[in-house]
């Protein structure tokens, strides 16, 4: 997928912090939190996300460290789902 289409999934997606269901080309899909963080735009230009698994989730609920989120490239997604 392209930035722009992740983009435009962010934006459309309801109002506040929910999980999605990443499909990957090459991997199993996963559940899992896209993150904004200081370097969100440059990121995001570069079609590289920070993404929070399902695994870590409570625990970034509570502490926000984003060291609990890997960063993913957009290229390798295939579709995004709201679960």
């Known amino acids: 997928m392209t930035y722009e ?3 435009r999934f962010m934006k ?3 109002k506040g912090d929910y ?3 990443i499909n990957f080309k090459t991997r199993k899909p996963i ?3 896209f993150i904004k963080t200081d370097d ?3 990121l995001s230009r570069k079609n ?3 993404i929070v698994s399902e695994t870590y989730l409570e625990s970034y609920n509570t502490s926000k460290d ?3 989120a890997r960063i ?3 290229a390798e997604m295939t579709r995004l789902e709201n679960i």
Do not use: C, D
């Open 48 to 50: 590289l996300w920070r």
């Open 12 to 14: 459309n997606k309801s």
């Open 19 to 21: 999980p999605v269901r």
């Open 31 to 33: 559940k899992g939190l």
């Open 72 to 74: 993913f490239n957009g």
């Open 5 to 7: 289409e992740i983009e």
């Open 66 to 68: 984003i060291n609990l």
């Open 40 to 42: 969100y735009s440059e």
